[in-house]
């Protein structure tokens, strides 16, 4: 399931052919895709240059010249595709293919379909204002953290899956950086902030954490399965050098978290 890292180096696959390019024509082969794509979705493409291609949490966001955003998300298993003038015929799971001026085709593929692909007039995409800090963004640190969980009740597994919290985490991603900060997935919020509000050592730890695990998940090759330190690794042997624990699996909130319960904590 793409997370931020997964997410952002798509972007930076696509911003090459899309910035600047002209949508020629939109096909959609298949409009149920986690939503109805509205009736209008072609139209309103079609002859927009799309001016710039940002990511904001797990969503692609492009600009383009006609003052609306168009706002995707790759749900459990989208992806895109780039193809040159002389392509294939699209196979089943290919769902909506832009077809750029410059002969390039960029096709959005997702056997799932929980992606989701929506337009927006302006800026105002109601739904990415309420995603949390961005944790690459320079401005992200503990206090900025600090401020998002300290209202929260739940375990630190479940908030930081919480997009309002911090936006592009997942499963994967939340499970490395917990283990990486040395805490328990089950540990409650209210243990990392003051009585203030202010972030407690262990939250400090934690933000760098975080940051430490998607730029290295970011300059990583993506292919290797030994990338994870815990996740997918539950039975086997802690990898934190002294520490005699094995990896666990447990089900939160039904979805599968992995750690150490020996250095986690
Ligand atoms: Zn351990």
Not at 153 to 178: F, M, P
Not at 219 to 227: C, S
Request: proline share 6%; charged share 25%.
């Amino acid at each position: 399931v793409p997370e931020l890292p997964e997410v952002e180096q798509t972007v930076r696959e696509l911003r090459p052919v899309l910035e600047g390019a002209t949508i020629n024509r939109v096909v959609v082969r298949r409009r149920r895709l986690r939503r109805l794509l509205p009736r209008d979705f072609e139209a309103r493409l079609e002859g927009t240059t799309v001016r710039a291609l940002g990511r904001r949490g797990k969503y692609l966001v492009a600009a383009l010249s006609s003052g609306e955003t168009l706002v995707m998300h790759l749900g459990m298993s989208g992806s895109f595709e780039v193809w040159t003038s002389n392509a294939p015929p699209p196979g089943k799971h290919d769902h909506v293919l832009f077809q750029l001026g410059s002969g390039a085709t960029v096709v959005f593929n997702d056997p799932r379909r929980f992606g989701s692909m929506q337009i927006h007039s302006g800026h105002g995409d109601p739904l990415l204002g309420l995603l949390g800090p961005e944790p690459l963004d320079s401005a992200f640190d503990a206090r900025a953290l600090a401020t998002s969980l300290c209202r929260r009740r739940t375990t630190l597994k479940a908030a930081l899956c919480d997009q309002r919290v911090v936006a592009g985490l997942g499963n994967i991603y939340v499970s490395e950086a917990l283990y990486r900060a040395r805490l328990s997935p089950r540990r409650r919020c209210g243990t990392l902030v003051t009585p203030a509000g202010g972030p407690r050592p262990a939250l400090r730890r934690l933000a760098r954490a975080i940051r430490e695990t998607l730029t290295d998940a970011l300059a990583g090759t993506g292919e290797d399965d030994g990338r994870f330190r815990v996740y997918g690794r539950d039975g086997l042997r802690c990898r934190r050098r002294g520490c005699p624990g094995r990896i666990r699996r447990i089900v939160q909130g039904g979805r599968s978290t992995f750690f150490c319960p020996v250095c986690q904590r």
